[in-house]
């Protein structure tokens, strides 16, 4: 089911927060309802995905259960393992067999196994819980708190990578305090924006972005057309995934309940390391605080330093994807934040207007790696924005042509969302007019095209 489908809007979301609220009063009750929708949600995709979520959320469970009552070091790590071996056997195994027999020469034959919806997503969460109560955390959950922390529906499937010192402690909360219409008004608000930014937005620029790199894998694009395809998969890529991010944010706060924001404005970074300190700011903080300061950080000198951001976005990268570009996506990145560093401590500072120029061209040529199918493909692209395959020209429709500039000045000079949504706005009746008449559209245009998945959901 997609947050941006009829269906969701009409049917699943009105019953569940009426629902929800109807029995506010009881919080058993209250989250068993959040519960069960959160699995018919899961299930809809299909409902062979629901016995893994749960049975990988009962053993999490009872493996945090068992170290609580018996605190032996190595119990977590078990938990750890499980939950690695899960996400290896359905997101790697082709993966790494396929490398494997590539390197020997032997043919083979993938198993093709269908890779579970938000897999990558709900094991992190479990993995950071664990290596939390290793570290010393003592919060330990009823089963109902710890299912409603892994499978509530807004952030299952794609985020944001909420921990459970963030989210389990608010359930306790009755939902129709003081704040609840604000919360309804502001979550129904931002939602909107969400779906704006996919439907309108993200899925029109789509339409140029696709057909360019469809063209790529047979033709040399020229020059224009390069720039054009990284720029929109620029563009159709933030406003995909923070829509998303927008959506988990406001449906939550809609049942009263608080998510971490998950972009910042990260096309106005003027560095590196301040694009990763405002995209995906959730998984940032996760190789941050999981990979990065274990494996050492900067604790250890410069060189060490390094290796260990180098090696954490390799793994960011594999996270992303099971394939190399997504490796060597990683790779770069963790290069740039190497440069980056050794560059701050020369104490040289670029002009702001370069910097920025820099870091966006940087990451438009990484994303170029991010969306090709192959090294070839995006070799191939890249050349041609190094005017490498002739100048050329394109003839783009209006409403793209539209879709690009309104695109870019959203993202480059607009106030992010969750600003305008969750500080900006006043709460007032009058708003649900024009908010209603915006969300209806989008509904309208929803119907006349088919739905588009986001990005992210393949990771």
């Known amino acids: 089911m997609l947050f941006n489908s009829q269906f969701f809007i009409a049917v699943f979301l009105p019953v569940v927060v009426a629902l929800y609220y109807a029995l506010a009063g009881d919080r058993v009750a209250r989250q068993s309802v959040v519960v069960l929708a959160s699995l018919g949600f899961y299930g809809w995709w299909d409902i062979r995905f629901v016995p893994l979520l749960m049975g990988l959320t009962l053993a999490n469970w009872l493996i945090a259960m068992w170290f609580g009552r018996t605190r032996i070091r190595w119990i977590p790590v078990l938990g750890v393992a499980l939950n690695l071996a899960v996400l290896g056997l359905f997101k790697y195994a082709d993966f790494l067999r396929g490398t494997a027999f590539g390197l020997t020469g032997e043919p083979w034959q993938p198993w093709h196994l269908i890779l579970p919806l938000g897999i990558s997503f709900f094991v992190f969460q479990k993995i950071s819980y664990l290596i939390d109560l290793r570290r010393g955390d003592r919060h330990l959950y009823g089963f109902l708190d710890f299912c409603l922390f892994v499978s509530f529906f807004p952030q299952l499937i ?10 389990i402690h608010q359930f306790r909360a009755d939902p129709r305090g003081p704040a609840m219409w604000e919360n ?5 608000a931002l939602f909107v924006i969400g779906v704006a930014k996919k439907v309108l937005l993200a899925d029109t620029i789509a339409m140029v972005a696709d057909p360019l790199f469809a063209k790529a894998l047979g033709t040399p694009l020229s020059l224009v057309e390069a720039w054009t395809a990284a720029g929109a998969y620029t563009l159709q890529i933030y406003f995909d995934f923070s829509g998303y991010s927008d959506m988990a944010i406001g449906l939550a706060l809609m049942f009263g309940l608080r998510l971490p ?5 990260p096309y106005r970074a003027v560095s590196v390391r301040d694009f990763w300190r405002r995209w995906h700011m959730t998984l940032s903080r996760f190789l941050r605080d999981y990979l990065y300061i274990p494996l050492g950080g900067s604790r250890s000198g410069p060189i060490r330093q390094v290796i260990n951001v180098v090696v954490t976005m390799l793994l960011g990268g594999l996270w992303h994807g099971a394939a190399w570009t997504f490796v060597v996506w990683g790779g770069l990145h963790g290069a740039a934040l190497a440069v980056n560093h050794l560059w701050g401590q020369t104490g040289v500072r670029l002009p702001r207007p370069i910097a920025w120029l820099l870091t966006l061209v ?4 990484c994303w170029v790696l991010f969306r090709a199918p192959d090294f070839a493909t995006a070799g191939s692209v890249l050349a041609s924005m190094a005017g490498l395959k002739g100048v050329g020209s394109i003839v783009l429709d209006r409403m793209y042509v539209l879709a690009l500039i309104l695109g870019g000045l959203a993202a480059t000079l607009g106030p992010t969302s969750h600003d305008a949504a969750l500080a900006r706005l006043r709460p007032h009746p009058w708003l649900a007019v024009p908010a209603g008449i915006g969300l209806g559209y989008l509904m309208i245009l929803i119907g006349g095209r088919l739905p588009n998945v986001f990005i992210y959901f393949q990771f």
């Open 158 to 167: 794609a985020g944001p990578l909420v921990r459970h010192n963030e989210i």
């Open 184 to 188: 309804l008004s502001r979550g129904f």
């Open 261 to 265: 924001i998950n972009f910042d404005a």
């Open 362 to 365: 940087f990451v438009m040529g």
